[in-house]
Every structure is written in structure tokens, then in C-alpha cells.
């Protein structure tokens, strides 16, 4: 029961997603223990008439409010109901998920059209952030997605992502081979972006309603 406790009270504290690593340095308890105590406070906290849940993020968890209590959460905030992405930002977002870490130009490539405004957006958004450098002339900066984006659409981990059509793996090398240059320079770009389109909307099927 104390330990239940003090994981639920880091957790609150945190606001964030805390690995089981970490939870187990700081109580000092094994990982089966950790485990353990956190499926009797995610299974409580679900049975109880309570506007918080306990969630999977990755390898960690996080405390969070419950899905039905977000109108009431944003008023008690004062936000503004953010206005849902678009399709263009879902392929791109994607785009990302499915093939990360990779370059604002692979995007490019994989839609045949400039995509940097749209990149942006979605690291403001929180939900694709910089993830190192490419080994390749001009290094450049590597994306995938965040904890964000993965709570936003209901997903433990990147494992749980729908299946989606994909271009083969033909494809992907000629990609990351040609990661500065242009779609028009590969027969295989339309095809790509076709395929991209359709992982959008496998995508947005899976997170409605989350954003």
C-alpha cells in the first residue's frame, strides 16, 4: 500500500512520464514490484467515479485526466479548443511515426512537396521533436515523435500504431540515399505519396477524436 502511495504521489508531483527505471531507483523496489503497484493504481483508479487515469507511456507511466473530462479541464485552464490537423499535417505526422527517425527531406520526398512549415508546426505542437543528426553531407536533423503524440492518440508505445501500407523497402533506400534531394528525382515519388495518404488515414482513424 506505500508504495502504491509514493508512485502515485511522484506521479502527480512529476506530471510527466516517469520509466519504471526510474520509479524503481526511487523507491528502491524491484521492477515486478513497481509493475505490480502501478496495475493496482490504473485498475483502481478505473473502477473508482474518478477524473483521473493512469496511463502507459512507453516504458513508464503517467497520471492524467480521463478523456470525458477535458471540456471541463480546458475551462478550468482557459484554453481554447485547439483546431483538429489537417490531412496534409497527418500524412506528414505519419510520415514520421512510421519510418522515424527520419529528415524534414525524406518527408519531402515520400509527398513530393515542401513540408518545413508543416515539420514546424508539429514540433510546436509537441508532438514530433529533433532526434540527433543524419550522418550525410549538411547533417541533417532527424525527427520522431513524442510521448505527446502518443498519449494524444491513445497509444502505449509505437508498437500499437495500425497497420498501414508503406513504400518497399526499394523505396525507403532509394529515400534515404537521395534524403537532400528531390521527389522528382525518383519514379517511385508519387507512389510513395499515395501510399503516405492512405497511412494518414489510417492514422486519423486511429487517434480520432484525440487531438
Given at each position: 500500500?506505500?508504495l502504491?502511495?509514493?508512485?502515485e504521489a511522484?506521479l502527480?508531483?512529476?506530471?510527466?512520464p516517469?520509466?519504471?527505471?526510474?520509479?524503481?531507483?526511487?523507491t528502491?523496489e524491484?521492477?515486478e514490484a513497481?509493475?505490480?503497484?502501478a496495475r493496482?493504481?490504473e485498475?483502481r483508479l478505473?473502477a473508482?467515479?474518478s477524473?483521473i487515469?493512469?496511463i502507459k507511456?512507453?516504458?513508464g507511466?503517467?497520471l492524467?485526466t480521463?478523456?470525458?473530462?477535458?471540456a471541463?479541464?480546458k475551462?478550468a485552464?482557459e484554453?481554447?479548443?485547439?483546431?483538429?490537423?489537417s490531412?496534409?499535417?497527418?500524412?506528414v505526422?505519419?510520415?514520421?511515426?512510421?519510418?522515424?527517425?527520419v529528415?524534414?527531406?525524406f518527408?519531402?520526398?515520400?509527398r513530393g512537396?515542401?513540408s518545413?512549415?508543416?515539420v514546424?508546426?508539429l514540433?510546436d505542437?509537441?508532438?514530433?521533436c529533433?532526434?540527433g543528426v543524419l550522418d550525410?553531407?549538411?547533417?541533417?536533423?532527424l525527427?520522431?515523435?513524442?510521448d505527446a503524440f502518443l498519449?494524444?492518440f491513445?497509444l502505449?508505445?509505437?508498437?500499437?500504431?495500425?497497420?498501414?501500407?508503406?513504400p518497399?523497402?526499394?523505396?525507403m533506400?532509394?529515400?534515404?540515399g537521395?534524403?537532400?534531394?528531390t521527389?522528382a528525382?525518383s519514379?517511385e515519388?508519387s507512389?510513395?505519396?499515395?501510399?503516405?495518404e492512405g497511412?494518414a488515414?489510417?492514422?486519423?482513424?486511429?487517434g480520432e477524436?484525440?487531438?
Amino acid at each position: 500500500m506505500k508504495l502504491q502511495k509514493e508512485i502515485e504521489a511522484m506521479l502527480f508531483a512529476v506530471g510527466a512520464p516517469i520509466t519504471v527505471e526510474r520509479l524503481c531507483e526511487l523507491t528502491g523496489e524491484g521492477e515486478e514490484a513497481v509493475r505490480a503497484a502501478a496495475r493496482r493504481i490504473e485498475e483502481r483508479l478505473a473502477a473508482e467515479e474518478s477524473g483521473i487515469q493512469l496511463i502507459k507511456i512507453e516504458d513508464g507511466y503517467q497520471l492524467c485526466t480521463k478523456p470525458d473530462t477535458g471540456a471541463a479541464v480546458k475551462r478550468a485552464l482557459e484554453l481554447k479548443k485547439a483546431p483538429p490537423l489537417s490531412k496534409a499535417t497527418l500524412e506528414v505526422l505519419a510520415i514520421i511515426a512510421y519510418n522515424q527517425p527520419v529528415t524534414r527531406s525524406f518527408v519531402e520526398q515520400v509527398r513530393g512537396i515542401d513540408s518545413s512549415y508543416i515539420v514546424a508546426g508539429l514540433v510546436d505542437k509537441g508532438l514530433v521533436c529533433e532526434r540527433g543528426v543524419l550522418d550525410a553531407p549538411g547533417r541533417p536533423v532527424l525527427f520522431g515523435t513524442t510521448d505527446a503524440f502518443l498519449r494524444c492518440f491513445g497509444l502505449a508505445s509505437l508498437s500499437e500504431l495500425p497497420e498501414a501500407e508503406l513504400p518497399n523497402p526499394e523505396q525507403m533506400k532509394l529515400l534515404d540515399g537521395n534524403a537532400e534531394g528531390t521527389a522528382a528525382d525518383s519514379a517511385e515519388g508519387s507512389e510513395s505519396a499515395e501510399s503516405a495518404e492512405g497511412t494518414a488515414d489510417t492514422v486519423a482513424e486511429g487517434g480520432e477524436g484525440a487531438l
